[in-house]
T-cell receptor
Framework: TQLLEQSPQFLSIQEGENLTVYCNSSSVFSSLQWYRQEPGEGPVLLVT?????EVKKLKRLTFQFGDARKDSSLHITAAQPGDTGLYLC????????????FGTGTRLQVFP | DTAVSQTPKYLVTQMGNDKSIKCEQN?????MYWYKQDSKKFLKIMFS???????INETVPNRFSPKSPDKAHLNLHINSLELGDSAVYFC?????????????FGNGTRLTVT
């Protein structure tokens, strides 16, 4: 069974700090997506990484896909209260499938 | 314009009742989904439809029955509601239904069964 384990599960930090969220699996994924979910809303896609070793930047957010395509990380520089939310990684169950498996989630709280 | 809209936002009902959740997307997507998010925020797929055809049916009790009248709508009917059905249900859609297609989610329906 493919599982996506995220760590840490919870993270509370002060505004201006840096942080990294990890998404790990024992299985290879053809691609991974990262979503952010705010309270009372559905998850919103942040980025998709498809190539092993790929690094993508979205303003203060940096996403990396592991060389072996079994893991990914999300690094946030100088976190702001607006970054608060639930961060979810997700990947297709197997090749050529539209079924996305979601990670266990990381709840981030950034205090002003 | 809301891309994926689902109604109602909140649903409180008693055990044994039957209820429906409606979902509509105006993105022109071919594939629609129902996901269940439990109290620990874990998101799990329930169903997937592509052009009105059922593609994925995870291990979901028969009390849950999706219906897709057209590719822009996917409704979820739940019979004989149980306490364990309490969760947030999300409708989502994607363009191609391929592995890299991003999902567009609705804002969820919080179902509380008492």
């Amino acid at each position: 069974t493919q599982l996506l384990e995220q760590s840490p599960q919870f993270l509370s930090i002060q505004e201006g700090e840096n942080l990294t969220v990890y998404c790990n699996s024992s299985s290879v994924f053809s691609s991974l997506q990262w979503y952010r979910q705010e309270p009372g809303e559905g998850p919103v896609l942040l980025v998709t990484v498809v190539t092993g070793g790929e690094v993508k930047k979205l303003k203060r957010l940096t996403f990396q896909f592991g060389d072996a395509r079994k893991d990914s990380s999300l690094h946030i520089t100088a976190a702001q209260p607006g970054d608060t939310g639930l961060y979810l990684c997700a990947g297709p169950r197997s090749y050529n499938t539209d079924k996305l498996i979601f990670g266990t989630g990381t709840r981030l709280q950034v205090f002003p | 314009d809301t891309a994926v809209s689902q109604t109602p936002k909140y649903l409180v009902t008693q055990m044994g009742n039957d209820k429906s959740i409606k979902c509509e997307q105006n993105l022109g997507h071919d594939t629609m989904y129902w996901y269940k998010q439990d109290s620990k925020k874990f998101l799990k797929i329930m169903f997937s439809y592509n052009n009105k055809e059922l593609i994925i049916n995870e291990t979901v009790p028969n009390r849950f029955s999706p219906k897709s009248p057209d590719k822009a709508h996917l409704n979820l009917h739940i019979n004989s509601l149980e306490l364990g059905d309490s969760a947030v249900y999300f409708c989502a859609s994607s363009l191609f239904g391929t592995e890299a297609s991003p999902l567009h989610f609705g804002n969820g329906t919080r179902l509380t069964v008492t």
